[in-house]
């Protein structure tokens, strides 16, 4: 039998955070630093489950991989490349096709649950 996987940053069964900071050539402004504490591996190492948490600032994205986010607490400005921007808030939920190039621009600290699905690889 399987027991559920309950998705924490602390205490007893929260995984050690990872943290991270953007490639200098993608940084556009501000620190941008992250945490994530991923919960769950599957698939063949193609799908990551978990959360993660981003300060203030910019950054150049391109997304190769399917992503699901919830907005546990925060604001961002996503901005794609042809200039259409979505404002996302606490209590959102959303979806980032593989594809997706633009910016991510952190306005207040996020904090989000994930779900992403890596492209199969080429063989």
């Not at 929260?14 to 769950?40: I, M, Q």
């Not at 063949?44 to 948490?53: H, K, Q, S, T």
């Not at 980032?96 to 621009?105: K, Q, S």
Request: glycine share 10%.
């Amino acid at each position: 039998m399987a027991d559920i996987l309950v998705m924490k940053t602390k205490g007893k069964g929260a995984p050690k955070p990872d943290r991270g900071k953007p490639d200098e050539a993608k940084l556009v402004k501000g620190k941008y630093r992250t945490k994530t504490w991923n919960h769950f591996t599957g698939e063949d190492d193609r799908l990551y489950c978990g959360i993660w948490e981003s300060t203030p600032g910019k950054v150049k994205v391109a997304y190769e991989e399917w992503e699901f986010c919830h907005f546990i607490e925060g604001k961002a400005i996503l901005t794609n490349a042809e200039g259409k921007s979505w404002t996302l808030r606490k209590g959102d939920a959303f979806i980032i096709p593989a594809g997706f190039t633009g910016t991510w621009e952190t306005v207040k600290t996020v904090r989000k649950h994930y779900v992403i699905l890596m492209p199969k690889p080429v063989a």
